[in-house]
């Protein structure tokens, strides 16, 4: 059978995605090939010939994952370093956010497995993280709130998913979000410009 140009391209685009939401669900050590390509409806055969190892299918997940991710903060529409914010902690510190890693950010959820992989994975997941914070950098004005930030957002989603309900898992993400309101509001007011203060009119001295 002839396929159409783009085909594998868009085959593959397709065993990544559905690979990622089920690495993102249960871990990747915990995901077999047979299961995550059962998962993708193909073969474990089809596999193969688009990744060469599973090792190799991490490094495709991680680098399709922060792109993605990337994309919704660069996405942000909001020129206000509040707005900016408060849209980011509203998409980010959710309960959607906490009980569905399936659809969520990769970083909660797989950083633990990253930190024990390869370093050709560690320097992949390095780079493609550093691109992102220098989107974040654009917005914030410095590299380290940009890493500051995105640890708390991160943090907070992490420590969320280990509490047991829902009253505890929202004190968690509000806590981080005044948290991160008034780093903005901080932020906001240094950036502000300094006005000086108007010099009082000199009145005419009068004649003695």
Known sequence: MRY??????EKRQHLLQASAAMVKQNGFAASGVDALMKAAGVTSGAFYSHFGSKNELL???VSHELAASRELWAGNPHE??????????NRYLTLSHVRHPEAGCIIPTLAAEIARADEAVKTLY?????KGLAVMEQRLGSAA??????????GA???ARALPD???????LDAAKQMLRQMAATLTAAQAPQQKPKAKPQGKS???
């Open 206 to 208: 009068k004649a003695l």
């Open 157 to 159: 989603v992490m420590m």
């Open 4 to 9: 159409q140009p783009g085909h594998k391209t």
């Open 126 to 130: 390095q780079q493609e993280l550093a």
């Open 80 to 89: 206000s370093l509040p707005d900016w914010l408060e849209h980011e902690l």
């Open 59 to 61: 490094k495709a997940v």
């Open 166 to 172: 829902e009253t505890s898992q929202r004190a968690c």
């Open 145 to 154: 709130l940009a890493q500051a930030f995105l640890q708390q957002m991160v």
